[in-house]
């Protein structure tokens, strides 16, 4: 192995290392776009969708003839009948058969026209589960999406908390050296700032939780090297449409595919109660057949030797003499028929037509009417049902993001306040009018507000883009 290899090789190495290093932090349309084409359900849809356009391959075909060959070699020994002549022998006879047929349906109730319009229907409904299935993986990595960000602001928050609990404690015990605190000041602090590193530890774990969810819904095999855009994300006005729920409900009809693919199965159904009533109607087939053999025990005469005559008696006269005929001595010679000339000589061709007319058949034909009758009932009670399960998804989406911007507006309020009440407090701490347990509980008290504010702010973020989803609008920031 030559230096000029290895270094070729570690060039190759470390570029490789800088090409996988250089996606960088992903954006939430990254994430989205990797999803849809990644994850497994999106996959398995996609080839659901695939089925059913072969159905719909198959039924236009329908309409095509059938065309189907046969040939088969039989061997025949002792005493069998000659295929070739239907005699009976006892030679050893060998014999070829081919043959084509083809049909064609002229007509039968519609069944074809309609199990093609059926099969169109499904393969359009296939492709609104399969939009389906893509929003709804697209709103999950939204969810995964803000989880992680919020996880990151807590996380960074908790450990602003522990920095400042830290710096308290080094100044509590400097203040204790010089006697201006009690012993009970410094422990106080100790456990604050211990208290405060169990919800750091804990922040990390969510924020570990919050990136290995992403991941795994992206279908990554690791969270190392993989992070997220921090874009400046802040909490819109609320508008006054955007809570309206019979505005946001006309909207989600028009655009959200799970009502498109009830309508299609709908429409399919209905398509099936035409397929099964046509079962009733007479059937018309025309057919065709084209069928020939050879046989080795098949012969032509290829010449004649003729031998001397002979007489034969055969009566007398009215004079009572004998009468004697001359009788020609000729034997005809075979050869075996050429297989081309037996496959020309014994070449059949047939045309017909079939009519079926069902009479009974054990009242199957009008067990399948009931059932795509029934069949046909589910459909529109499903189709009912998904409508009024979307009516109720958009009221629920619309009163949670009314929640949710209360909640926010209410935790803005507070953290203001406790602001306040914090700034107020540490000019008393310092001063020594407060005890370190009242300054504690006013800086947790701000912590948590301030907690509750990035909770709120982001879960409302997020109702709001449930509304824009059944609005039809981008996901994305």
Known sequence: MTLRFIGNFLLFLLLGCTAANAQGPWTLQQC???????????KQSDLNMQSSKTQVDQSFAGFFPSLNGNASHNYYYGRSIDPYTNAFTTQQVQSNSFGLSSSISIFEGLQLQNSLKQSKLLYLGS???????????????VSAYLQVLYSKEILSFTTDQVDASRKQRDKINRMMELGSVSKGNSLEMESQLAADESRLAQAQSSADQAML??????ELDSTKNFSVVSPDISAPLLNADAMNSEIIYAAALTNQPDIKAAEYKLAASEKGLSISRGALYPRLFASGNLSTNYSTSSKDVTSYTIGIPTSSFSGFTSNGDSVYSIVPNVTPNFSNTPFRDQINNNLGKSVGFSLQV??????????????SKINLEQSRLGYE?????????VQQAVLDALSAYRQNEASQKSVSAMEEAFAFNQQKFD???ISSFDYLQAKNNLAKAKADLLQAKFDYIFRLKILDFYQGKSLTF
Not at 127 to 141: G, T
Not at 359 to 371: E, M, V, Y
């Open 32 to 42: 989205i776009d990797y999803a849809l084409e990644h994850n497994l359900q999106v």
């Open 127 to 141: 492709q609104y589960d399969l939009k389906k299935i893509r929003n709804d993986i697209a709103l999950n990595v």
């Open 213 to 218: 969810t992403l991941t795994q819904l992206l």
């Open 358 to 371: 069902p009479l009974f058949n054990g009242w199957a034909t009008r067990a399948s009417i009931k059932r």
């Open 385 to 393: 049902t998904t409508k009024k399960n979307l009516y109720k998804s």
């Open 431 to 433: 001063l020594g009018l």
